[in-house]
C-alpha cells in the first residue's frame, strides 16, 4: 500500500480544524430562539390613525393563552416592530391567519397599508384579508364566551362564506393580482361585529385598484360568484306559486364569452349552467309536479339572471369596477382591441354589453326513481 | 525460525517442553513401540482423549514398527493408526501451531517428520439462533466459535464441488485460522485476489474477532463496505450472488465482501415471505432509517429555527411545554440523546438479574418522572424514544445512525433545516465516494440501474423472476470492467 | 483493488449537469428576465438552449477530435505556453460565475429568508461540503448528483404539484404583447447563466460514450424544467411575481397541505443539495484547470485554490455592490459563456486538427489531470 503524502495528512487536520472553528463560531447562537419567546401572531388588525397606522394584534403564547396587542406607527412595519418593546417577544408572521383592514385604509388606498405583507419576508402571500366595517380593532378585540374570538373561527368564517356561496374569499395573493391584472378589479368580505359576541360576514367591498370604492349585498355577492365560476355550493329560495322552495345548488358552471362587438364597446355573454336540488317547499302538502319543477326553475334561473345583473349594474356601470375582470378577458382574448381600450376602460366598461343566459335544472328525483306524478 | 524435526527423539522432546514451560495444560506420553522410542504431545483441553486413547494410543502400543527408520513412520501411518486426519509435518513452527490448534503430534525416534492427527475435542456452543439476526421464518441456527463447524454447515447447504473454502492466517501471535469461502465461477477471480491480497497485508499481532480484520478489508468511511453475519443461510445466499465469505476462528460472526449500502435493509425474512410484504417490510426499513437518523435534528431545526413549518396546534403545544422546562430544546434533546446512549449501553452490560431495574429506573424514573418534573418536556423525549425504536429496525446500521444522528442533531441545531441537508449531502457524497473491492456502495441506486433497483431494492421481485436471472455483486453498475 | 480510471457514463454527466443547471432556477424571475411576462421566458429558456447548442458544438468537436484529453492538457499540446492561458481563462472564469451564484444565494438567505443564524457560515458549509465531493472525485460528484437529482424532482414536483391547484388561466398575459424584446432579452439572460458549458468543456473527457443526444436530452431537460416553472410562476402567482425578488420562493411560501403550511424550508434545502452538486462539479473542473497550470502541484493545492477563488467572489457579491453589479451583470456573464464556452475550445481545437493531420497529439494520455 502507498503511504500518504505528509502534505495531504498536514492538508486534512488543516481542514478538520478549520471546519470545526467554523462550526464552532456560530455556537453562541445555537439553538435559535425558543417558541416561547417569539410573539406567535395569528391575526393582524391595522386602522389609519392620523397620518400613521394602528395595528391590533392577537396572538397566542400556548394553546389556552390568547393575547391582544396594540401599537402605533407610522407605517405598519414600524407598529409592529414596536410590540417587541411592550411584549419582549419578536414578532413571528408565518402563522398569520388573517389580515383585517379597516375602512378608512381601504378609502385611503389599500397598497400602502399592503405593502409590507407583500414584501416583508416571513409574512404569507395566502393570508386572508377582510375589511372592517368600521374599525379592524373592533373585529380583532370582539369577545366571544367569556374570551377572544379565536382567530382561526374568523378565517373559517370566509370558508362557511363560501359554503353558502354569498360571500367571497380573498387572500393576499389573489387580492393583489385582481388588483394589478390588467381589467380587473378586487374584492373582499366585510365584516362586522355582533351585540352578542363574535363576527359575521355582512357584504362585499369592491375596489378600483387599491381604493375602495362600494359595496355590494350579499346576494349580488352570488350573482358576482356565479359569472365567474367560483361558487361551490350554496343556498337560494325562490317563490312562486308553489309557495317558497328552499334549493340546494350543486353544480353551477359559468363562463363569460367575449364578443368584440364591432366598432362599439365589447360585447359580452355570461353562460350560467346550474343543478340544484329541492331541499324544502313551504307548502308541504303540495305534490311537486312537472309544471310546478318547470317553475321552481323558471324562477331560480331569473333570480341568478337578477342577482348578476345587480351585481354589474352597481360595480360596472355605476362605480366603473371591473371585478367581473371582463377588461382581463379581453386583454387575454384580444390583445390588440385591449391595446385601443386599455386608456378609458373604465368608461367603456359601463357601456359594454351583458347578455346573461341561465339554464337551471332542478333535479325530479322523484320521478327518476319512481316514475312520473299521476296528475 | 525454529528449525525441523532432527529425529533424536530427547531434542525434539526437549524443544516441546522448553516451549511450554509452565504450561501445566502440555502433555507428553512417551511410548516404546517394540524398541522404538516415541513421544505423544498435546494440550488438555483441546483434544479429546478418549479419540486419542482409542485411535492412536491403543493401535501404537500394540505396533511393532520395522527397524529401518525410514520405513518406520510409513508402517506406522499406514498400517497401525486409523484416525481421519493424519498428516506429516517436519516444521517446528508449523507443529507448535498445530499443538495450539488441537492436533496431537506423534514423535518417532529415528524419523526426520512428525505425524499430526487432528483429535480436537474442545468445548464449542452448539448452534443456537443468533441474538442479533433473529428471523421469523429463517432456519434457527446460527454460527459458533468454531469455524470448522462452520465451514460445515455452509457445506451442508451447498451441496456443490464449486464452493471453495481457502484456508489462511492472521495474527503474528494468535495464528488465528480463517477460511476464505466462495462458489468458484460465481464470485470475481479479481474480488477474491483481492481479499486474499489484504488478509496476507494484515499485519495484526492477534486477531481475536472477525471485527477486527473488517479494517483491513474495507475503507475508511461511515458506512462498512464488509458485512457481517452470524446465519449460514444468509452466508450461502450471498456467496451465491458472487461475495466473498471469510470464517474466522473464535467467532461466530462471518464477514462478506463486497457488501453494498441497501443491504443493511436486507433480511432473510424478505426472501421467505410473499413479495409484496417483502416489500411494504422494506420500504418500512427505509423509512425508520429516516427517521432514526434525522428526526433528532429535523425537530430541534424546527423547532429553533423553522416553527413556520409545525401546524398551528402542535407549535402552540411545543410553545407550552419549552415555557415549562428550564433548557433550550436543542440542549434538551442533546442530554435526552445521551441520556438513551447511557441507558442501552447499561441494559446491555448489566446483568439479567439487574435487567428489570434498569427498566424500571429508565423507562419511570427517568421518563415519566423527568417530564412530571418539568425538567424535560414530552415532545423531546417521545422524539427521542421514537428515534431509538426506529433504529432498531434497521439494527446492522445502528452505529453509523448513533453518529449521524448526533451530527445532525447538532447541524440541526445551529443551522436548522439546512445544516440536516447539507450534513445529508455530505454523507451521501461518502457514501458515494466509497466502494467495497471496486462495488459502488451506493449500487445499484447510483449509478442506477432500473431493473437491479425493482429487482431486490424497491421491492423483492418474486422468486421466479429472481432465479431466472442470476444478480452478481460483480455485475453491479459502477464496476470498471477489465477487458 | 479500485478502478485504475475515473470516469463516470454519459448519463451521469448529464444528469450531473441538469442539477448544476436547475439549481440556478431558484432566481429566476421577471426581474432576471427584462419583462413582466412570465410565459416569454419560455421562448427565450428554448432560444436560449438552441444557441447553446451552437456554443456546444465546438466543444464536442473538441472531444471528438482529442478523446478523453482534458481541455487543459489539449490546450498545452496545440498551444503550447499558451494553453495554460486557456486554463487560466476558465480557471477564472469557473470561480467567478460560481462563486457569484453563490453570493446570490448568500444575498437571497439574507434578504429574504433572514435566518437567525450566519448565512455567511451557511455559504462556507456549503462550499466546504462540495469542496469535500470535488476532492473525492468527479464520480462522487456524479453519482451524489444522482440520488439529488431524484429528491430535487420529487422536492419540486411536490411543490408544483400543490401550487398547481391555485393556477388561474386570468394571470396569464398574451405572449409577444410587447414585442419581441422581453423574449430577446430573456434569452440572453438564460444564455448569460448557463455557465454550465464551461463544466462540460473541461469534464467532458471524463464522462465515457458522450453523443450529441445526450447533450440535447439535458437540453430539453432543462427547458422543460423551466418552462413548469414559469407556467407555474405565470398562473399561481401572475401579477404578485413581479412584487418579489425571488418569486420561485414565494412559490413554495404558498405551498400548504391541510395543516402543513411553509414548506419553503424544505423547498430551500432540496435546492441547497442542488447548489453543492453545482459548486462540486465546478470545484473539479476548477482543480482541472489549476493542473493545467502547474501540472507539478498536489490535488489538494488546486482544489484549495478554485475554492478559495469561488469563496473569494461569493463575499465580493454579497457584500459588495460595485462588485455585484459586474458579476451578477449579464454582459459579463454572456461574455464568459461564449468565451469559455465556444471560443477557446475553438481556439484549441484549430491547431489540435492541424497537428493530427500531420500526426502528433491528440490521445489521451495515462497519466492524466487526475480528479482523484
Not at chain 1, 44 to 65: F, M, N
Not at chain 2, 345 to 364: D, F, H, M, N, Q
Request: proline share 4%; charged share 20%.
Amino acid at each position: 500500500m502507498k503511504a500518504k503524502p505528509l502534505c495531504g495528512k498536514i492538508l486534512r487536520r488543516a481542514a478538520c480544524i478549520l471546519l470545526g472553528a467554523a462550526l464552532l463560531l456560530p455556537l453562541s447562537g445555537c439553538g435559535g430562539r425558543e417558541l416561547f419567546e417569539r410573539l406567535l401572531i395569528h391575526g393582524i388588525g391595522v386602522d389609519k390613525d392620523g397620518d400613521g397606522v394602528l395595528v391590533t394584534v392577537r396572538s397566542s403564547a400556548s394553546e389556552a393563552q390568547e393575547e391582544l396587542f396594540t401599537a402605533r406607527g407610522s407605517t405598519v412595519l414600524e407598529a409592529l416592530g414596536s410590540l417587541t418593546l411592550t411584549t419582549g417577544r419578536k414578532p413571528f408572521y408565518a402563522h398569520n391567519y388573517l389580515v383585517v383592514f379597516g375602512k378608512a385604509c381601504a378609502a385611503d388606498g389599500l397598497d400602502r397599508y399592503l405593502d409590507f405583507f407583500v414584501r416583508y419576508y416571513s409574512t404569507r402571500p395566502s393570508v386572508e384579508l377582510f375589511l372592517a366595517e368600521d374599525r379592524a380593532q373592533e373585529v380583532l378585540s370582539s369577545e366571544k364566551e367569556a374570551g377572544y374570538l379565536k382567530m382561526s373561527e374568523l378565517q373559517q368564517l370566509s370558508e362557511s362564506g363560501r359554503e353558502t356561496g354569498e360571500s367571497v374569499g380573498a387572500a393576499l395573493l389573489d387580492f393583489v393580482n385582481a388588483a394589478r391584472r390588467p381589467g380587473s378589479d378586487p374584492v373582499l368580505p366585510v365584516v362586522r361585529t355582533l351585540e352578542g359576541g363574535g363576527v359575521e360576514i355582512v357584504s362585499t367591498a369592491y375596489f378600483k385598484g387599491f381604493t375602495l370604492q362600494g359595496e355590494m349585498p350579499l346576494k349580488e355577492t352570488r350573482g358576482l360568484l356565479v359569472a365567474q365560476d367560483e361558487l361551490r355550493t350554496g343556498e337560494a329560495v325562490v317563490r312562486g306559486d308553489f309557495g317558497a322552495a328552499t334549493l340546494t345548488l350543486s353544480a353551477v358552471d359559468g363562463e363569460i364569452a367575449y364578443r368584440p362587438g364591432g366598432d362599439g364597446p365589447p360585447q359580452f355573454t355570461v353562460s350560467i349552467r346550474a343543478e340544484a336540488d329541492v331541499s324544502a317547499v313551504s307548502d308541504t302538502q303540495a305534490v311537486l309536479n312537472e309544471a310546478a319543477y318547470r317553475a321552481i326553475e323558471d324562477a331560480l334561473e331569473a333570480q341568478l339572471k337578477e342577482e348578476i345583473e345587480a351585481a354589474f349594474a352597481r360595480t360596472a356601470r355605476r362605480d366603473g369596477c371591473d371585478v367581473f375582470g371582463l377588461g382581463n378577458t379581453v386583454f387575454r382574448e384580444d390583445p390588440s382591441r385591449w391595446r385601443t381600450l386599455e386608456a378609458n376602460w373604465r368608461e367603456t366598461l359601463g357601456q359594454c354589453g351583458l347578455d346573461i343566459q341561465v339554464a337551471c335544472e332542478i333535479h325530479r328525483l322523484e320521478q327518476e326513481i319512481f316514475g312520473p306524478a299521476l296528475g | 525460525m525454529a528449525g525441523t524435526v532432527t529425529g533424536d527423539i530427547r531434542r525434539d522432546k526437549a524443544f516441546f517442553e522448553q516451549r511450554f514451560t509452565n504450561a501445566m495444560d502440555f502433555m507428553l506420553r512417551d511410548m516404546d513401540l517394540g524398541g522404538v522410542k516415541a513421544a505423544l504431545l498435546a494440550l488438555d483441553g483441546l483434544v479429546s482423549k478418549q479419540i486419542i486413547t482409542l485411535s492412536i494410543l491403543n493401535p501404537l502400543l500394540a505396533a511393532r514398527p520395522p527397524k529401518d527408520p525410514r520405513a518406520r513412520l510409513s508402517y506406522i501411518e499406514e498400517q497401525v493408526l486409523g484416525s481421519m486426519e493424519q498428516k506429516r509435518e517436519r516444521s517446528l513452527d508449523t507443529l507448535l501451531t498445530l499443538l495450539m490448534s488441537g492436533f496431537a503430534i506423534l514423535l518417532v525416534e529415528g524419523c526426520g517428520d512428525a505425524l499430526v492427527f487432528g483429535v480436537q475435542g474442545f468445548e464449542t456452543r452448539g448452534p443456537e439462533e443468533p441474538q442479533n439476526e433473529v428471523m421469523q421464518r429463517g432456519a434457527k441456527d446460527g454460527f459458533t466459535e468454531s469455524y470448522q463447524n462452520n465451514i460445515a454447515m455452509i457445506r451442508r447447504r451447498m451441496k456443490t464441488t464449486a464452493l471453495k473454502f481457502e484456508k489462511a492466517q492472521v495474527g503474528s501471535e494468535s495464528h488465528t485460522p480463517l477460511a476464505l469461502c466462495y462458489l468458484e465461477g460465481v464470485a470475481s477471480p479479481e474480488i477474491v485476489a483481492g481479499v486474499r491480497e489484504k488478509l496476507r497485508a494484515c499485519d495484526l499481532e492477534t486477531a481475536l474477532g472477525a471485527g477486527y480484520l473488517a479494517g483491513y478489508l474495507e475503507r475508511r468511511g461511515l458506512f462498512s463496505g464488509v458485512g457481517q453475519t452470524e446465519r449460514p443461510d444468509v452466508v450461502c445466499g450471498k456467496i451465491a450472488e458472487g461475495r466473498v465469505a471469510v470464517l474466522v476462528e473464535g467467532t461466530p460472526s462471518v464477514l462478506l465482501v463486497p457488501f453494498l449500502f441497501v443491504e443493511n435493509f436486507q433480511t432473510m425474512d424478505d426472501y421467505l415471505t410473499r413479495p409484496f410484504y417483502a416489500a411494504f417490510i422494506r420500504w418500512l426499513k427505509y423509512f425508520a432509517f429516516f427517521v432514526s437518523a434525522f428526526l433528532p435534528g429535523l425537530y430541534v431545526a424546527i423547532a429553533a429555527h423553522h416553527p413556520e413549518l409545525l401546524p398551528e396546534s402542535l407549535m402552540l403545544k411545543i410553545a407550552g411545554e419549552e415555557m415549562r422546562t428550564p433548557f433550550p430544546v436543542f440542549l434538551e434533546t442533546l442530554l435526552l440523546y445521551f441520556l438513551y446512549e447511557i441507558l442501552r449501553e447499561a441494559g446491555l452490560r448489566a446483568p439479567k438479574s439487574l435487567g428489570s431495574t434498569v427498566s424500571i429506573v429508565g423507562g419511570l424514573v427517568i421518563g415519566e418522572t423527568a417530564v412530571e418534573a418539568g425538567v424535560v418536556s414530552a415532545p423531546s423525549l417521545m422524539t427521542v424514544a421514537l428515534t431509538a425504536v426506529a433504529g432498531y429496525a434497521v439494527s446492522r446500521l445502528y452505529e453509523p445512525l448513533s453518529l449521524l444522528r448526533l451530527v445532525f442533531l447538532i447541524l440541526g441545531g445551529i443551522f436548522g433545516v439546512w445544516g440536516v441537508t447539507i450534513g445529508l449531502t455530505l454523507v451521501l457524497l461518502d457514501l458515494s465516494a466509497t466502494g467495497s473491492f471496486g462495488v459502488p456502495l451506493l449500487s445499484p441506486v447510483s449509478p442506477f440501474r432500473a431493473r437491479l433497483v425493482w429487482r431486490d431494492v424497491a421491492a423483492r421481485e418474486p422468486w421466479k423472476q429472481l432465479s431466472k436471472r442470476r444478480a452478481r455483486v460483480q455485475d453491479m453498475p459502477g464496476v470498471e470492467k477489465k477487458s | 483493488m479500485e478502478t485504475t480510471k475515473h470516469t463516470v457514463s454519459a448519463r451521469q454527466f448529464f444528469v450531473m449537469m441538469f442539477v448544476s443547471h436547475a439549481a440556478l432556477s431558484l432566481f429566476t424571475g421577471s426581474r432576471s428576465l427584462g419583462g413582466g411576462n412570465l410565459l416569454e421566458g419560455i421562448f427565450s429558456c428554448g432560444l436560449a438552449q438552441l444557441v447553446g447548442g451552437a456554443v456546444m458544438w465546438p466543444i464536442l468537436l473538441l472531444q471528438r477530435r482529442c478523446p478523453g484529453l482534458p481541455l487543459p492538457q489539449a490546450a498545452e499540446q496545440a498551444l503550447g505556453k499558451w494553453g495554460k492561458l486557456v486554463s487560466a481563462a476558465y480557471l477564472l472564469y469557473l470561480a467567478a460565475a460560481n462563486g457569484a451564484f453563490l453570493g446570490l444565494f448568500q444575498i437571497f438567505l439574507q434578504d429574504t429568508v433572514n435566518p437567525e443564524f450566519s448565512a455567511s457560515v451557511t455559504i462556507v458549509l456549503l462550499l466546504l461540503t462540495a469542496a469535500y465531493g470535488a476532492w473525492r472525485g468527479i464520480e462522487c460528484v456524479a453519482r451524489c448528483a444522482g440520488v439529488v437529482f431524484v429528491l430535487f424532482l420529487l422536492g419540486t414536483g411536490l411543490v408544483f404539484c400543490i401550487t398547481a391547484a391555485r393556477f388561474e388561466s386570468e394571470n396569464l398575459r398574451p405572449v409577444f404583447y410587447d414585442g419581441w424584446g422581453q423574449t430577446l432579452y430573456g434569452a440572453a439572460a438564460f444564455l448569460a447563466r448557463t455557465s454550465v458549458y464551461a463544466d462540460m468543456a473541461v469534464l467532458l473527457p471524463f464522462a465515457k460514450g458522450v453523443r450529441a443526444r445526450h447533450f440535447w436530452g439535458w437540453a430539453l431537460g432543462c427547458w422543460g424544467f423551466i418552462a413548469v416553472l414559469l407556467l407555474l410562476l405565470a398562473g399561481c402567482l401572475g401579477p404578485y411575481a413581479d412584487t418579489q425578488n425571488f418569486p420561485v420562493y414565494a412559490l413554495s411560501a404558498i405551498t400548504e397541505v391541510r395543516s402543513m403550511q411553509r414548506l419553503d424550508a424544505v423547498f430551500i434545502g432540496v435546492w441547497i443539495m442542488a447548489l453543492i452538486v453545482r459548486m462540486g462539479s465546478a470545484m473539479a473542473a476548477g482543480r482541472a484547470c489549476f493542473a493545467g497550470i502547474f501540472p507539478k502541484s498536489r490535488p489538494g493545492v488546486g482544489l484549495c485554490m478554485a475554492a478559495a477563488l469561488m469563496l473569494a467572489a461569493a463575499f465580493a457579491t454579497a457584500e459588495s455592490r460595485s462588485a455585484r453589479m459586474f458579476l451578477l451583470g449579464a454582459g459579463a456573464h454572456l461574455a464568459g459563456v461564449f468565451l469559455c464556452g465556444a471560443a477557446l475550445p475553438l481556439a484549441v481545437f484549430l491547431p489540435a486538427g492541424r497537428q493530427k493531420s500531420k500526426g502528433k497529439g491528440g490521445a489521451a494520455h495515462e497519466s492524466q489531470t487526475p480528479l482523484r
